[in-house]
Each structure stands twice: as structure tokens, then as C-alpha cells.
């Protein structure tokens, strides 16, 4: 082992992309089972993109039309629709004017617009039709609407009046908050609105509107309906809770809770109906400010809001296109009145009945065992989908001795062949595959991580010969409020393949190990997974050619070398000992970038960046855009390294794998703005070939860094070096939070010379 001392601030560079707020997808093929185990089967089908709920009618010409004509010849009677595995109903009116067969009319309940499992990348729903369901599935449409109830009564309306409520949902689907750990929820995890918290940002408002369909018969209250999550687990003192919340309707309190832990909270109250107003009501979630007795310090409190359902009892008319009624069970028949609605208007239920108006006087509703949703609609109120697609096929068609497998956007196909193809020369079996085929087998057309997870599983168990899998394409955990319709094959968002998240100590992080852990131990990898987190051709052209670039270039002679990086905290110091310690006679030079702690600057970084070295190891603290290399007590302006001193490295043809020991450097998953680990691999000609880093903060056992190196020393791959440190550490928070970003298949120096032609 060599020592070598070479000689060699704050600030960063956003990279702004634009977002969108992703549509339902409906998608129209096949899917058995509940979601946990969907069919593997592919087969062609149509996806139809859905912005809301609400009651759509899409023509069926132009249904197999998008379905590239493998439903042309399907007769109605054969079809089958599910949601999640569900059957879904679907009703057919063939009227010439809505063209050739006439057109399929389906209901997007509410719940379709929420996330299918606790930590789906978006809320999505996803219908599935074919002509060859499995058996047992309910086919074809159903009954026509006087099938749904009795024969007509002489008398309608000496039959009990059906109790409804109009409902409406107010959310914004914006931030998750995931509170699970691996795949075992510990509760039900959903997308938040908002975070409100004592210090700031103390009180979310919500415009509910002037409510002006509501029945002043018997002037009956409004009831709201707050769903929350608690997130901070603070200390506090005797007989107080560690949440508090009021909530205000036009400024008045009418309600509010107090609880501990972090779990999810609906707070229900009714409003009085003096505080009603004929202008839009505001209603408000507030935490209180709250402060300990021996200090008069603030009690940290932080809860997320969800959504707000505000519920009421509707006047006539009850048609409404865009909130549906609630109908309780009941075990005989209900008179529904309403005779002023359009003559026109239709009555369909979201759990797949539909009722014919009576005499223009209202509906007689069947007996049903459960609640369900009301749509009564004219035929303007019909919905018109955002977009129809083909289901994408070939995630079934990989050979079971694929080793290395690349999932990309259809768009970033091409630029991934090319790394495919060098990596064949290299002797691995490597298959490409469209992400969106996998999500149309796997997950049932829904952008899913565990569709991912499914498909990499069930390669992974039929051979057991996967050893590398690479993900082409940004993550991102912010759903944007641009409700820019999607358009195959390039959405608008940063969320080219979305990642797992995790819950961390401080909260949710990204993790790519979701995808290759192993079912019995959660934190031992069975394969590589490396990202490429760019979102476009050209950013993907740029990482491509340098990882080619790198592998053409010959290594130094001598030693691999690693260029030792740290902060000069007396912890860190001390880990760095130990850990130089623990590499005694390993053939291996190590560079510093000082001949002391307090020497370090980014300039001497940069020197010692410039010598080429195999390996850059930071250990120390760390956070999204910068590495600590002074005394995190006492940070000067020229004691870090950050993201703007990547472009001030020199350029260069070999650039060195980077590993971060340290905090939060690589969170890859930021919506608007890269990590120092982005930035490293992402510049052309600087900065790093690959990195591995955090992507929250956490306590990183000493144990991990010299496996890694041991390993990255004996390894055939990157990836190999960074499942055998894994494995070696045991530990689940550090198999989830080190993330790689770059090329699992990249082959390290370790491994001889190299005589490669990309």
C-alpha cells in the first residue's frame, strides 16, 4: 500500500425540467388476480388515459383502432374489463351516430384515482379488456338499464326515499409520505396535499366552494371529513400529545384532534349551518402553536393533509358531472325524486348498476348490500379520455439466460441498444426492454415499482442467471401540478422509471435495492442495479459515450489508486484511520489530497481529480449538493466541494468511480434539481464515471467502506464489488439508501488490462 500526498464551495446548479401531473391510465387488456399477483401473460389491448373521475364513453372503432386491430374481429359478448384485477361493468349503446358497434360507456369511481399499493409512484387506475378473459370473468356488457331494477310499480313514489349525499373530494396529489419499511406496510401510505407545521406553513386552506345545490329542507348540516397523516415523532411532555390539529370553517373553529404516532388520522365533524355562506367557504387545517413548559421552546409538529370530502344533502337537480352522489345499503327498493334534471340525464352506479329515469320523475333504485357511488349525467356530462394507447409488448420474451438486463422509455431505446451492444461484446446476454411493457405485464399498465420489481423476480427465479440490471431514466417523487395531458411514447415529467421509496430515519428516500432485494433478507441484494438518471436522447447520448470512452482508455500502470477524501471532524478522521488501518497490505496506491486535514480545499481536490486516480473515496459529512472537506463546526467558503466544482474539474477520457460514505449526496429523485452524485456522472467530459452514494441521511456502518474496497479490488464489475459490500454489511437502511448511479456491468481496473473495442 503507497501513500501519496497530492496537492491538488457553496452554491449549486439547478437543472429545471418541466413537470406534469400524469393522467389515470385505464388500460384495456388482460390482468387476473388481485394486484400482488398479476397474470404474466401479455396480450394486445388499448390503454385509455383518464384525467378524473367521473362517467366516460369512448367509441369501440376507436378502441381497436388504438389497439392496432387485434380487437377488430372480438365480438361484445367475449369482452372482459377489470380494474386490478377486478371485473369492472361496462355498458354498450350501439346508436349509429357513436360509429360502427357503437360506443363503450365505463364509470371512473373516485377510489380508481388513488394509489394501488402503499408506495406506487402516482395515483393511477387501470381498466383491462380483451377478448380472451380468463375463466370466471364476468363478459360482456351489462343488463340494459330495466334488467337492473323491478318491473314498474303502479305507485313509484310510495317507495322509501333513498338517502344521498353529495360528496365532494378536494385534493392535489403532490407529495408522498410513505410510512412502510421494505414491502411489509407498517400502515397504509398514500399521496399528501400538503404539510403543515406550528413554525410554518401552519395552516392549509381549502376553497370548498358556495355549495349551492344543497337542500335547505329541514336546513341540515355539512359534514367535512379531514383525512391527515402525523409525521413527527417528537418527545413531549407529560399529558400532551404529539399532534394537535383545529380545523376552521370561514374562519370559526367547528372541530379538530389530538393523537400520537405516526399513523393516518381522519378527523370527521359537522359544520353548523350559520357558518354556511351563498359566497365560496374556506375551510382550514391548522396546527396550533404549541411550546414546552421548561423552556418555551416550540413542540416540533408536523402532519401531512391528504384530502378534505365534504358531504351534504343535494337539492334538485342531482345531475352533476363531476361530483357523484353517496347512496347508502339498503335491503328493498328506493325512490330517488328529481324532476327537474335534463330529460336526458342517466343514472349509472359505480358498482355496476344503472337505473332508468321514471315518468321524468325521478329513479327507482334497486336494493343493494353496500354503498356505492351515483354519476347522474346528461349527455354533455359523458367524459371524453385524454388519449388512447397500445399495451406494449416484449417484457415476456427475454431467453432465461439473460444476465443483463436494461429497462428504458421507448424513446431512450436506442441510445440503450448502443451500451447493450458493447456490453455483448464483452460476453454478457443482454436484453433491452421498453419499461412500458413491463408496467403493460406486470403492473397492469400503471407506472409502477413493483410491476419493475415483479418482472426482475420472476427473470431472476426462472433461471437465476440475472446478475445486472440498469435502469435508463430519472426518478422523481414530486408530482407537479401541470395537468398537461400525457402522449406516448414522451411524457412530459422528470419520472422516467420511478423508484422505491423508503423510510428512512429523516424520512422518505429513494431506493433502487427495492428492485433486486431479496425476499428473505431485505438487505442482501440477488443482483446489480445501476441507474442512468437522465430524461432525454441527448443527456443519455452524453452518458453513453463517456462510459464507452472510459472503457476504451487504457488504466494507468502500477496499483489501482484511490484518492482518500474527509472532512477534518475529529469523528471523521478517526473512521478514516481505522479504515486505512484495515487496508494494510492491499495492492492498492492512496492519494490525499493535502499533506494535512486543514490543508484540504476544493482546489486541492481538484489537483488530486487531475491525476487520474481508479477510486475517489468520501468519507464525511455530506449533504444533496456537496461534500464537507473542512470542519463542519467552522465551514469556510473554500472547505467544501460541491456541484459547481465539477465543472471546474479538468477534463479528461478516464474518469474514476466515485463513492460517497456520507449523507444524502445522491438523492436522485428531486424534481427539479440534481444531486452532487447527478452531476458527477451526468457532465461529459468530468467528474466521475460512476457514483455510488446516500440518497438520505443515515449512520453508515465503518464496515461498509472497507468491504466496498476489499470488494471493488477483487470484483469483476461495479456492481459485483457493490452486492458483495452489501452483503458483507447486512445491513437493510445501507442496502437501500446506497443507490449506484452508473453502469452495474462497468468492468473495474482489478480485473487485469483491458483491451476492449466499444
Same mark, same amino acid.
Given at each position: 500500500?503507497?501513500?501519496?500526498?497530492?496537492?491538488?464551495?457553496?452554491?449549486?446548479?439547478?437543472?429545471?425540467?418541466?413537470?406534469?401531473?400524469?393522467?389515470?391510465?385505464?388500460?384495456?387488456?388482460?390482468?387476473?388476480?388481485?394486484?400482488?399477483?398479476?397474470?404474466?401473460?401479455?396480450?394486445?389491448?388499448?390503454?385509455?388515459?383518464?384525467?378524473?373521475?367521473?362517467?366516460?364513453?369512448?367509441?369501440?372503432?376507436?378502441?381497436?383502432?388504438?389497439?392496432?386491430?387485434?380487437?377488430?374481429?372480438?365480438?361484445?359478448?367475449?369482452?372482459?374489463?377489470?380494474?386490478?384485477?377486478?371485473?369492472?361493468?361496462?355498458?354498450?349503446?350501439?346508436?349509429?351516430?357513436?360509429?360502427?358497434?357503437?360506443?363503450?360507456?365505463?364509470?371512473?369511481?373516485?377510489?380508481?384515482?388513488?394509489?394501488?399499493?402503499?408506495?406506487?409512484?402516482?395515483?393511477?387506475?387501470?381498466?383491462?379488456?380483451?377478448?380472451?378473459?380468463?375463466?370466471?370473468?364476468?363478459?360482456?356488457?351489462?343488463?340494459?338499464?330495466?334488467?337492473?331494477?323491478?318491473?314498474?310499480?303502479?305507485?313509484?313514489?310510495?317507495?322509501?326515499?333513498?338517502?344521498?349525499?353529495?360528496?365532494?373530494?378536494?385534493?392535489?396529489?403532490?407529495?408522498?409520505?410513505?410510512?412502510?419499511?421494505?414491502?411489509?406496510?407498517?400502515?397504509?401510505?398514500?399521496?399528501?396535499?400538503?404539510?403543515?407545521?406550528?413554525?410554518?406553513?401552519?395552516?392549509?386552506?381549502?376553497?370548498?366552494?358556495?355549495?349551492?345545490?344543497?337542500?335547505?329542507?329541514?336546513?341540515?348540516?355539512?359534514?367535512?371529513?379531514?383525512?391527515?397523516?402525523?409525521?413527527?415523532?417528537?418527545?413531549?411532555?407529560?399529558?400532551?400529545?404529539?399532534?394537535?390539529?383545529?380545523?376552521?370553517?370561514?374562519?370559526?373553529?367547528?372541530?379538530?384532534?389530538?393523537? &400520537?404516532?405516526?399513523?393516518?388520522?381522519?378527523?370527521? #365533524?359537522?359544520?353548523? +349551518? *350559520?357558518? =354556511?355562506? @351563498?359566497?365560496?367557504? /374556506?375551510?382550514?387545517?391548522?396546527?396550533?402553536?404549541?411550546?414546552?413548559?421548561?423552556?418555551?421552546?416550540?413542540?416540533?409538529?408536523?402532519?401531512?393533509?391528504?384530502?378534505?370530502?365534504?358531504?351534504?344533502?343535494?337539492?334538485?337537480?342531482?345531475?352533476?358531472?363531476?361530483?357523484?352522489?353517496?347512496?347508502?345499503?339498503?335491503?328493498?327498493?328506493?325512490?330517488?325524486?328529481?324532476?327537474?334534471?335534463?330529460?336526458?340525464?342517466?343514472?349509472?352506479?359505480?358498482?355496476?348498476?344503472?337505473?332508468?329515469?321514471?315518468?321524468?320523475?325521478?329513479?327507482?333504485?334497486?336494493?343493494?348490500?353496500?354503498?356505492?357511488?351515483?354519476?347522474?349525467?346528461?349527455?354533455?356530462?359523458?367524459?371524453?379520455?385524454?388519449?388512447?394507447?397500445?399495451?406494449?409488448?416484449?417484457?415476456?420474451?427475454?431467453?432465461?439466460?439473460? &444476465?443483463?438486463?436494461?429497462?428504458?422509455?421507448?424513446? #431512450?431505446?436506442?441510445? +440503450? *441498444?448502443? =451500451?447493450? @451492444?458493447?456490453?455483448? /461484446?464483452?460476453?454478457?446476454?443482454?436484453?433491452?426492454?421498453?419499461?412500458?411493457?413491463?408496467?403493460?405485464?406486470?403492473?397492469?399498465?400503471?407506472?409502477?415499482?413493483?410491476?419493475?420489481?415483479?418482472?426482475?423476480?420472476?427473470?431472476?427465479?426462472?433461471?437465476?442467471?440475472?446478475?445486472?440490471?440498469?435502469?435508463?431514466?430519472?426518478?422523481?417523487?414530486?408530482?407537479?401540478?401541470?395537468?398537461?395531458?400525457?402522449?406516448?411514447?414522451?411524457?412530459?415529467?422528470?419520472?422516467?422509471?420511478?423508484?422505491?421509496?423508503?423510510?428512512?430515519?429523516?424520512?422518505?428516500?429513494?431506493?433502487?435495492?427495492?428492485?433486486?432485494?431479496?425476499?428473505?433478507?431485505?438487505?442482501?441484494?440477488?443482483?446489480?442495479?445501476?441507474?442512468?438518471?437522465?430524461?432525454?436522447?441527448?443527456?443519455?447520448?452524453?452518458?453513453?459515450?463517456?462510459?464507452?470512452?472510459?472503457?476504451?482508455?487504457?488504466?494507468?500502470?502500477?496499483?489501482?489508486?484511490?484518492?482518500?477524501?474527509?472532512?477534518?471532524?475529529?469523528?471523521?478522521?478517526?473512521?478514516?484511520?481505522?479504515?486505512?488501518?484495515?487496508?494494510?497490505?492491499?495492492?492498492?496506491?492512496?492519494?490525499?489530497?493535502?499533506?494535512?486535514?486543514?490543508?484540504?480545499?476544493?482546489?486541492?481536490?481538484?489537483?488530486?481529480?487531475?491525476?487520474?486516480?481508479?477510486?475517489?473515496?468520501?468519507?464525511?459529512?455530506?449533504?444533496?449538493?456537496?461534500?464537507?472537506?473542512?470542519?463542519?463546526?467552522?465551514?469556510?467558503?473554500?472547505?467544501?466541494?460541491?456541484?459547481?466544482?465539477?465543472?471546474?474539474?479538468?477534463?479528461?477520457?478516464?474518469?474514476?468511480?466515485?463513492?460517497?460514505?456520507?449523507?444524502?449526496?445522491?438523492?436522485?429523485?428531486?424534481?427539479?434539481?440534481?444531486?452532487?452524485?447527478?452531476?458527477?456522472?451526468?457532465?461529459?467530459?468530468?467528474?466521475?464515471?460512476?457514483?455510488?452514494?446516500?440518497?438520505?441521511?443515515?449512520?453508515?456502518?465503518?464496515?461498509?467502506?472497507?468491504?466496498?474496497?476489499?470488494?471493488?479490488?477483487?470484483?469483476?464489475?461495479?456492481?459485483?464489488?457493490?452486492?458483495?459490500?452489501?452483503?458483507?454489511?447486512?445491513?437493510?437502511?445501507?442496502?437501500?439508501?446506497?443507490?449506484?448511479?452508473?453502469?452495474?456491468?462497468?468492468?473495474?481496473?482489478?480485473?487485469?488490462?483491458?483491451?476492449?473495442?466499444?
Amino acid at each position: 500500500m503507497e501513500l501519496v500526498a497530492d496537492q491538488t464551495r457553496p452554491g449549486g446548479r439547478n437543472r429545471r425540467r418541466g413537470r406534469c401531473l400524469r393522467p389515470v391510465v385505464l388500460a384495456l387488456a388482460l390482468f387476473t388476480g388481485a394486484l400482488g399477483t398479476p397474470a404474466l401473460s401479455e396480450v394486445p389491448g388499448t390503454k385509455i388515459y383518464l384525467d378524473r373521475p367521473g362517467v366516460y364513453a369512448v367509441s369501440l372503432e376507436h378502441l381497436r383502432e388504438a389497439s392496432g386491430g387485434t380487437l377488430t374481429d372480438a365480438p361484445i359478448q367475449a369482452l372482459g374489463l377489470s380494474h386490478r384485477g377486478h371485473p369492472v361493468p361496462f355498458w354498450i349503446e350501439t346508436d349509429p351516430r357513436f360509429g360502427p358497434g357503437g360506443r363503450l360507456i365505463f364509470v371512473a369511481a373516485m377510489d380508481l384515482f388513488q394509489p394501488s399499493e402503499p408506495q406506487e409512484t402516482r395515483p393511477m387506475a387501470v381498466l383491462l379488456l380483451t377478448s380472451d378473459p380468463p375463466a370466471g370473468t364476468p363478459t360482456g356488457p351489462v343488463p340494459p338499464p330495466s334488467a337492473a331494477g323491478e318491473s314498474i310499480p303502479r305507485n313509484l313514489r310510495a317507495r322509501p326515499a333513498a338517502a344521498v349525499e353529495r360528496m365532494l373530494r378536494l385534493e392535489q396529489d403532490v407529495l408522498r409520505a410513505p410510512v412502510t419499511r421494505g414491502e411489509r406496510p407498517e400502515v397504509d401510505s398514500l399521496w399528501y396535499w400538503a404539510m403543515i407545521t406550528q413554525q410554518s406553513s401552519s395552516t392549509h386552506v381549502v376553497e370548498v366552494g358556495p355549495l349551492t345545490d344543497r337542500t335547505t329542507e329541514n336546513d341540515p348540516e355539512v359534514e367535512a371529513v379531514i383525512r391527515l397523516l402525523g409525521w413527527s415523532l417528537s418527545n413531549t411532555p407529560e399529558g400532551a400529545f404529539q399532534h394537535e390539529v383545529e380545523v376552521l370553517w370561514n374562519g370559526e373553529k367547528v372541530g379538530g384532534d389530538r393523537w &400520537d404516532g405516526r399513523q393516518p388520522r381522519e378527523i370527521r #365533524l359537522h359544520v353548523p +349551518t *350559520e357558518l =354556511l355562506r @351563498a359566497t365560496p367557504n /374556506r375551510l382550514q387545517v391548522k396546527i396550533p402553536r404549541r411550546t414546552l413548559p421548561e423552556s418555551d421552546d416550540p413542540l416540533i409538529d408536523i402532519a401531512y393533509v391528504d384530502r378534505v370530502e365534504v358531504r351534504y344533502r343535494p337539492a334538485p337537480p342531482l345531475v352533476d358531472a363531476a361530483a357523484p352522489l353517496l347512496l347508502e345499503a339498503a335491503d328493498k327498493p328506493r325512490w330517488l325524486a328529481d324532476a327537474t334534471s335534463p330529460a336526458d340525464s342517466r343514472l349509472y352506479s359505480a358498482s355496476g348498476w344503472s337505473a332508468e329515469r321514471r315518468d321524468g320523475a325521478g329513479w327507482l333504485l334497486p336494493a343493494t348490500a353496500t354503498a356505492t357511488e351515483l354519476w347522474i349525467i346528461d349527455e354533455d356530462g359523458l367524459r371524453t379520455p385524454l388519449a388512447l394507447e397500445p399495451l406494449t409488448a416484449g417484457a415476456r420474451a427475454l431467453a432465461a439466460d439473460t &444476465d443483463y438486463v436494461m429497462l428504458a422509455p421507448t424513446a #431512450l431505446l436506442p441510445g +440503450t *441498444e448502443r =451500451l447493450a @451492444a458493447f456490453h455483448r /461484446r464483452r460476453g454478457l446476454r443482454v436484453a433491452t426492454v421498453d419499461i412500458n411493457a413491463v408496467y403493460d405485464a406486470f403492473g397492469g399498465g400503471e407506472q409502477s415499482p413493483a410491476a419493475i420489481r415483479r418482472f426482475l423476480n420472476d427473470l431472476y427465479e426462472r433461471s437465476g442467471a440475472l446478475r445486472y440490471v440498469l435502469l435508463v431514466g430519472d426518478a422523481d417523487w414530486f408530482l407537479a401540478q401541470d395537468r398537461t395531458p400525457y402522449r406516448h411514447p414522451e411524457p412530459s415529467t422528470r419520472n422516467r422509471i420511478p423508484t422505491w421509496t423508503f423510510l428512512s430515519d429523516y424520512g422518505p428516500a429513494a431506493s433502487d435495492h427495492y428492485f433486486a432485494m431479496d425476499p428473505d433478507n431485505e438487505a442482501l441484494a440477488r443482483f446489480a442495479v445501476g441507474r442512468l438518471p437522465v430524461i432525454d436522447a441527448a443527456e443519455l447520448e452524453t452518458m453513453v459515450t463517456k462510459i464507452l470512452t472510459h472503457a476504451k482508455s487504457p488504466a494507468p500502470p502500477g496499483e489501482p489508486s484511490i484518492l482518500m477524501l474527509s472532512d477534518s471532524s475529529r469523528g471523521s478522521l478517526l473512521r478514516q484511520e481505522r479504515l486505512l488501518k484495515a487496508l494494510e497490505g492491499t495492492e492498492i496506491a492512496l492519494r490525499f489530497p493535502a499533506n494535512a486535514p486543514d490543508e484540504v480545499t476544493a482546489d486541492a481536490v481538484l489537483a488530486a481529480f487531475a491525476q487520474q486516480p481508479d477510486l475517489v473515496y468520501f468519507g464525511g459529512h455530506g449533504s444533496r449538493y456537496l461534500w464537507q472537506l473542512g470542519d463542519p463546526k467552522n465551514p469556510q467558503s473554500d472547505s467544501f466541494f460541491d456541484r459547481e466544482d465539477v465543472l471546474r474539474l479538468a477534463a479528461m477520457d478516464r474518469w474514476p468511480i466515485a463513492v460517497s460514505v456520507s449523507c444524502a449526496t445522491a438523492p436522485f429523485d428531486h424534481p427539479n434539481a440534481d444531486s452532487l452524485g447527478e452531476v458527477m456522472v451526468l457532465e461529459k467530459s468530468r467528474g466521475a464515471i460512476a457514483f455510488l452514494g446516500a440518497s438520505a441521511s443515515l449512520s453508515t456502518p465503518r464496515t461498509f467502506g472497507e468491504s466496498l474496497i476489499r470488494a471493488l479490488l477483487q470484483a469483476e464489475t461495479l456492481g459485483d464489488a457493490i452486492v458483495a459490500a452489501k452483503r458483507s454489511t447486512s445491513t437493510a437502511r445501507v442496502s437501500h439508501l446506497y443507490n449506484l448511479l452508473g453502469d452495474p456491468a462497468l468492468p473495474l481496473r482489478s480485473r487485469g488490462p483491458r483491451r476492449l473495442d466499444p
